[in-house]
């Protein structure tokens, strides 16, 4: 048996635009919750320490299309999500995480088969809800320090949502069911300082299903490689040009090869290859050359980009380098696609969703991307569906003066100092917490 709860049909610039771009006929909609799988879940987070709050305005709600048999209590049980991942091999993510943690619960029944964290989700969350306070006044009235004290709250966080994904884990022999946390934004120039966060946060989660967040820097690809040599399993985040992207492969292969371990089945890592934030700042470049040709390349270059980079991962994912790690049990390093909401109203809202559906793939995707998928997208293998068009996507754009390898390094810039500013603002945010809460400035 089924809950039903009514949801508000979205707004024309939202769920009312389908994934081509033209506007869609209004649907009922509603949100689906299996009572059966629900108590599972539930278990398992009782057994955890959880409480399971059941609120039917909740923000983490799904919207899924109703039957349309209308009053005879009919429903879909499954969703687009379940369907990307039995039919077309790539993983649906969330990518948000805040307290209650347990209201993951519904998203998983949905089809959500991982989460992915980053320091502005945490500043969000942290900042916006009373639900840290308990703990936080613990923390500092124990005499931490406020970063000390952010980083415990961050690491509850993580052992929650981790518990509620362990069922995925170990269904998948550790292939899915992922939760991420990211080292110190203030660490992407610093290689060892990176390799030493990264080791402390994976002791101290203490899950097997979390993923240490490294970014992509230059100081950091050598970390990539340390860390997995260390037999931990690596998120690589903020990816933005095919070039670091290789790099980024190579790291991790050569992590697996100097680890020394004989069963690499356990250390396993997904590349988080950004997205929409490319054809922000290259629509940016293409609207001040403003010629037709230039204006016509609006919106294309991103995907176009992330077809190229999946062809580079077939490429190195096979052949003798990598058939001899296979023996050893390891795990291809999926391609996760990040930063899937659309920025640009007149885009599709499935634009950084739909196109780049293909087998061995993650797409982790922000509450607005995630219900415009669930409510029309199209499940079916595009990612490699016409490279030859991307290639030439990639080509145009360079022969207008566009520098892949500079909008990549801008944009690395822009995410570092992006995520800096978030952990910064919480740290403040924290402090003035402690000074509301009558605790000892520190």
């Given at each position: ?67 349309q048999n209308g009053a005879n209590g009919g429903v879909v049980k499954r969703t687009t999500l379940h369907d990307l991942y039995e039919r077309e091999g790539q993983s649906p993510w969330y990518d948000n995480l805040c307290r209650p943690v ?262 982790t995707m922000p509450d607005q991307a995630l219900q415009a998928f669930v409510d029309h997208g199209i499940v079916s293998r595009t990612i490699d569906s016409n ?56």
């Amino acid at each position: 048996m089924s809950t039903i709860s009514k949801l508000s049909s979205p707004g024309p610039s939202s769920s009312l635009r389908s994934s081509t771009g033209q506007p869609r006929s209004p649907r009922p909609l509603c949100f689906v919750q299996s009572r059966t799988a629900l108590r599972s879940l539930a278990a398992a987070a009782a057994a955890s320490g959880l409480s399971v709050k059941r609120d039917r305005s909740s923000r983490s709600s799904l919207v899924v299309k109703c039957s349309q048999n209308g009053a005879n209590g009919g429903v879909v049980k499954r969703t687009t999500l379940h369907d990307l991942y039995e039919r077309e091999g790539q993983s649906p993510w969330y990518d948000n995480l805040c307290r209650p943690v347990t209201d993951l619960i519904p998203l998983i029944e949905s089809g959500v088969r991982g989460v992915t964290s980053n320091p502005a989700i945490f500043q969000k969350a942290i900042s916006s809800s009373n639900a840290y306070n308990d703990q936080f006044r613990e923390l500092v009235q124990s005499g931490k320090d406020i970063e000390s004290a952010y980083w415990e709250l961050v690491v509850k966080d993580i052992q929650d949502a981790c518990k509620l994904f362990e069922t995925i884990y170990d269904q998948t022999d550790g292939g899915d069911g992922y939760v991420s946390v990211e080292v110190s934004p203030r660490l992407a120039d610093d290689t060892e300082g990176t390799v030493e966060a990264a080791k402390y946060l994976h002791k101290v989660v203490n899950r097997r299903n979390v993923y240490i967040k490294i970014p992509a820097t230059a100081p950091c690809v050598p970390s990539i490689k340390q860390v997995i040599s260390n037999g931990i399993s690596v998120n690589v985040t903020l990816i933005f040009s095919v070039a670091r992207y290789e790099a980024v492969i190579d790291a991790y292969l050569d992590g697996l090869e100097a680890s020394g371990l004989d069963d690499l089945s356990k250390v396993t890592s997904v590349a988080s290859f950004f997205v929409s934030r490319v054809d922000t700042l290259i629509d940016k470049m293409l609207e001040k050359i403003g010629t037709p040709e230039a204006l016509d390349l609006r919106g294309k270059a991103a995907v176009a980009q992330a077809a190229l980079a999946y062809k580079l991962y077939q490429k190195k994912f096979s052949g003798p380098r990598w058939e001899a790690l296979v023996k050893k049990g390891a795990k291809k390093q999926r391609l996760l696609w990040a930063s899937t909401s659309v920025k640009n109203p007149a885009y599709p809202d499935t634009l950084y969703v739909a196109p780049l559906i293909g087998p061995d793939t993650v797409s982790t995707m922000p509450d607005q991307a995630l219900q415009a998928f669930v409510d029309h997208g199209i499940v079916s293998r595009t990612i490699d569906s016409n490279v030859s068009e991307a290639e030439g996507i990639y080509s145009a754009l360079e022969k207008l003066g566009i520098d892949w390898n500079h909008v990549g390094t801008q944009l690395e810039v822009e995410g570092v100092d992006s995520f800096k500013k978030s952990f910064d603002s919480l740290l403040d945010t924290l402090q003035e917490k402690a000074n509301s809460l009558n605790l000892v400035s520190l």
